[in-house]
């Protein structure tokens, strides 16, 4: 039985969270539906960044992605470049979509790139996506990935990122919709003085499935990483996070920091949380933190007692802590529309 976002090192196995076995969330088969893709794996300096790494939600998936791909995107950036905004959007005639994006970001170049993914609420919708990013020495990207989908969808996400000296990334993942839902994100620090700032934002609601692993190894000296994810979840959706900090052999002097922060809006909810640092060098530093449930008791009693219930202030400061992610999406219509999403899921309940 195929494993699916298999953590390095096994470390809690007593909830369940060093693998997800296939058989939990049954992903349904492609081949039936999509003739084999005869298109090149994307941009061969991106391709060979990546070997000897493993990435990518499961092997089987991945493969999936490689065989049966019909939609393909590469970029190789000099200079500096505006935003690229791509949308990935299924349908009920194009209910399937197998992507790549490949980035090649050049040295010292400088660009940003929204991802946007939706579709229109028809059934059977099966999304198998895989960005990677190459950034050369000193070079800064800006990923923001958006998925928006219904219930009804299966999404697998898969974001891999490798980095060169003195490289900056700052990604952000926001996930308010998907009833199934794999999401891999692996960002790879090999250059000295690299860096990453990394920003989440997760709501689940009805039978909603979750589980996301993202990881930052570090390989090169002052590497620097910090991960903060932000989630909600509600009625008898289900999620699993593993946040891994990944200290290296040789990586002296790095710092890295990840947390996840998840609010619990029903007593049937199902949440597994599990931040971990492993190390092998001695000179670094490290913090991993989780809380469920959990708001700032001063700020709750100040917005009480300006006449709001504690559940309307709870919403309040629910969206107040999704806001640093969402203000990352530089499209207002589309940031518009996911603030007014996560409004109506947060709200929808008795106040």
């Known amino acids: 039985m195929a494993r699916i976002n298999e953590m390095r090192m096994p470390t809690w196995a007593s909830l369940g969270l060093n693998y997800?076995?296939?058989?939990?969330?049954k992903i349904e088969k492609i081949e039936d539906e999509l003739n084999p893709s005869e298109k090149e794996a994307g941009l061969c300096e991106v391709e060979k960044a990546f070997e000897g790494h493993k990435l990518g939600i499961s092997e089987k998936i991945e493969k999936e992605n490689k065989d049966f791909r019909n939609s393909s995107l590469d970029f190789d950036v000099i200079g500096k470049r505006e935003t690229e905004f791509i949308n990935l959007e299924l349908n009920k005639?194009?209910?399937?979509?197998?992507?790549?994006?490949?980035?090649?970001?050049?040295?010292?170049?400088?660009?940003?790139?929204?991802?946007?993914?939706?579709?229109?609420?028809?059934?059977?919708?099966?999304l198998n996506s895989r960005i990677r990013a190459k950034l050369h020495a000193n070079s800064y990207v800006k990923l923001v990935v958006v998925t928006n989908m219904s219930e009804k969808a299966t999404n697998l996400n898969s974001i891999g990122t490798y980095l060169e000296e003195g490289a900056v990334l700052d990604i952000t993942y926001i996930e308010v919709g998907a009833g199934k839902s794999l999401v891999n994100i692996d960002n790879i620090l090999k250059g000295a003085k690299s860096k990453v700032i990394q920003k989440g934002v997760y709501f689940k609601q009805g039978k909603d499935f979750l589980?996301?692993?993202?990881?930052?190894?570090?390989?090169?000296?002052?590497?620097?990483?910090?991960?903060?994810?932000?989630?909600?979840?509600?009625?008898?959706?289900?999620?699993n996070f593993k946040g891994i900090v990944d200290l290296r052999r040789g990586c002296t002097k790095a710092d890295g920091k990840i947390g996840d922060y998840s609010m619990m809006l029903s007593d049937e909810v199902i949440n597994k949380s599990a931040p971990i640092l492993l190390n092998e060098e001695r000179e670094v530093a490290g913090k991993h933190a989780a809380s469920v449930g959990r708001l700032n008791k001063g700020m709750l009693f100040y917005i009480m007692s300006r006449g709001f219930s504690k559940k309307q202030a709870e919403a309040m400061?629910?969206?107040?802590?999704?806001?640093?992610?969402?203000?990352?999406?530089?499209?207002?219509?589309?940031?518009?529309?996911?603030?007014?999403?996560?409004?109506?899921m947060n709200t929808r309940r008795k106040l």
């Open 317 to 344: 400061m629910l969206e107040a802590n999704f806001a640093p992610a969402i203000d990352e999406i530089e499209d207002g219509t589309l940031r518009n529309r996911i603030r007014e999403k996560v409004h109506q």
């Open 93 to 126: 005639d194009k209910n399937i979509l197998v992507s790549n994006i490949d980035i090649n970001a050049q040295e010292e170049s400088q660009s940003s790139f929204l991802v946007s993914i939706f579709d229109d609420r028809s059934d059977h919708i099966f």
């Open 211 to 239: 589980d996301l692993l993202a990881t930052n190894e570090h390989f090169g000296n002052e590497t620097d990483s910090e991960c903060m994810f932000n989630g909600a979840l509600k009625d008898k959706a289900e999620k």
């Open 20 to 25: 997800l076995r296939e058989s939990k969330v």
